[in-house]
């Protein structure tokens, strides 16, 4: 099992910048893949971005070239930077573990883009 706890969260202005952290109870360098998810309100929850184990990464449209994720395993730790933030881009981002045949989610931490 794998507990996973975000952070970084918080309120922004229209174009400005939040890293968000997903810390793992557990190594994640044995886990198939590490994600980003966010919801929004009235709306379903939806992929923002992964780091596969073999360090592939795969982003939303939506966030392409915005966002970055990236995974530091001594520290079990994902990051998701986000720059040029926009008011779509506010909703809650949930923290996700794939292993091979379990999966296990954050609590989530509210971000909000508003000026």
């Known amino acids: 099992q794998v507990q996973l706890v975000e952070s970084g969260g918080g309120l922004v202005q229209p174009g400005g910048s939040l890293r968000l952290s997903c810390a793992a109870s557990?190594?994640?360098?044995?886990?198939?893949?590490m994600a980003w998810y966010r919801q929004a309100p009235g709306k379903q929850r939806e992929l923002v971005a992964r780091i596969w184990r073999s360090s592939v990464t795969n982003y939303a449209d939506s966030v392409k070239g915005r966002f970055t994720i990236s995974r530091d395993n001594a520290k079990n730790t994902v990051y998701l930077q986000m720059n040029s933030l926009r008011s779509e881009d506010t909703a809650v981002y949930y923290c996700?573990?794939?292993?091979?045949?379990?999966?296990?989610w954050g609590q989530g931490t509210q971000v909000t883009v508003s000026s």
């Open positions: 557990n190594s994640i360098s044995s886990i198939v893949a």
């Open positions: 996700k573990a794939q292993m091979a045949t379990n999966s296990y």
